[in-house]
């Protein structure tokens, strides 16, 4: 069964920087596409990026472009978010998502982030 454990959220001032790691274990890392999503209080679930499974391919979205940038490791089976000008609508839970299609998805517990001043 695979598992996802999610770290580096906390409270930022805006304009500052984060970094979110996840690790993931107890299945094939490689053959997944990664994910993180955010849900905000109120708020639906929304990607926030993707990475293939080769990390040759990331996707955004419209928000984040240009502030975050995903990255991954499957030497150590890691993904990790790089946060930049962090904005106080930024302020979610993030979550990380691994998926391989329909039978294959896994999400981790979710970390907080907290952008005020």
């Known amino acids: 069964q695979g598992r996802l454990v999610e770290s580096g959220g906390g409270l930022v001032q805006p304009g500052g920087s984060l970094r979110l790691s996840c690790a993931a274990s107890?299945?094939?890392?490689?053959?997944?596409?990664m994910s993180w999503y955010r849900q905000a209080p109120g708020k639906e679930r929304e990607m926030v990026a993707v990475i293939s499974s080769g990390g040759g391919s990331t996707t955004y979205a419209d928000s984040v472009k240009g502030r975050f940038t995903i990255s991954r490791d499957n030497a150590k089976n890691t993904v990790s978010l790089q946060m930049k000008s962090l904005k106080p609508e930024d302020t979610a839970v993030y979550y990380c998502?691994?998926?391989?299609?329909?039978?294959?998805?896994?999400w981790g517990q979710g970390t907080q982030v907290t952008v005020s001043s």
């Open positions: 998502n691994a998926n391989a299609g329909t039978h294959y998805d896994y």
């Open positions: 107890g299945f094939t890392f490689s053959n997944y596409f």
